[in-house]
């Protein structure tokens, strides 16, 4: 299950178009399984494989050790930011609720076949009640 987790998550973050931005909390909540530190933990060591400047601390701080970096980024994308970054690359933040992705009716269905791959992966008994906490009510909270 850790793969196709990790996977599920991947295929997430290649979702969210240039100038927007989910958190990590935003993504679990989307693949309706696992949380926060689930997400950052695949982006910390398989992010660089997608726009890993796009997913984020629910606070709008970039990832971690890569805040200068990623306001070139941001920069570049127009994504919306309160401050300038520092030499740090510190001293700004994302306005997440602003820049926060919202899927289309097609991409909510991409999201409903990846929280069913996953179910099926990690409950692989046919007719088996589908799992709490599943996120279709087709709204990103800001998690």
Same mark, same amino acid.
């Given at each position: @299950?850790?793969?196709?987790?990790? $996977?599920?998550?991947?295929?997430?973050?290649? !979702?969210? /178009?240039? &100038?927007?931005?989910?958190?990590? &909390? $935003? *993504?679990?909540?989307? !693949?309706?399984?696992?949380? +926060?530190?689930?997400?950052?933990?695949? @982006?910390?060591?398989?992010?660089?494989?997608?726009?890993?400047?796009?997913?984020?601390?629910?606070?709008?701080?970039? /990832?971690?050790?890569?805040?200068?970096?990623?306001?070139?980024?941001?920069?570049?994308? &127009?994504?919306?930011?309160?401050?300038?970054? $520092?030499? &740090?690359? #510190?001293?700004?933040?994302? !306005? *997440?609720?602003?820049?926060?992705?919202? +899927?289309?009716?097609?991409?909510?269905?991409?999201?409903?076949? !990846?929280? #069913?791959?996953?179910?099926?992966?990690? $409950? +692989?008994? /046919?007719?088996?009640? +589908?799992?709490?906490?599943?996120?279709? #009510?087709? #709204?990103?909270?800001?998690?």
């Amino acid at each position: @299950m850790q793969a196709e987790y990790a $996977d599920a998550v991947l295929s997430v973050a290649d !979702l969210i /178009p240039s &100038g927007q931005v989910l958190s990590y &909390g $935003d *993504i679990a909540e989307l !693949l309706g399984t696992g949380g +926060p530190r689930q997400v950052g933990a695949v @982006m910390s060591a398989r992010g660089s494989e997608v726009c890993w400047w796009r997913v984020l601390r629910a606070s709008g701080q970039p /990832p971690r050790c890569h805040g200068g970096q990623a306001w070139e980024h941001y920069r570049r994308e &127009g994504t919306p930011v309160r401050g300038t970054a $520092d030499d &740090g690359g #510190n001293g700004y933040r994302v !306005l *997440i609720g602003t820049a926060r992705w919202q +899927p289309t009716e097609e991409q909510w269905r991409f999201l409903d076949e !990846l929280r #069913n791959r996953l179910r099926q992966a990690a $409950d +692989p008994v /046919p007719g088996a009640a +589908p799992h709490a906490g599943s996120a279709d #009510n087709r #709204n990103v909270s800001g998690s």
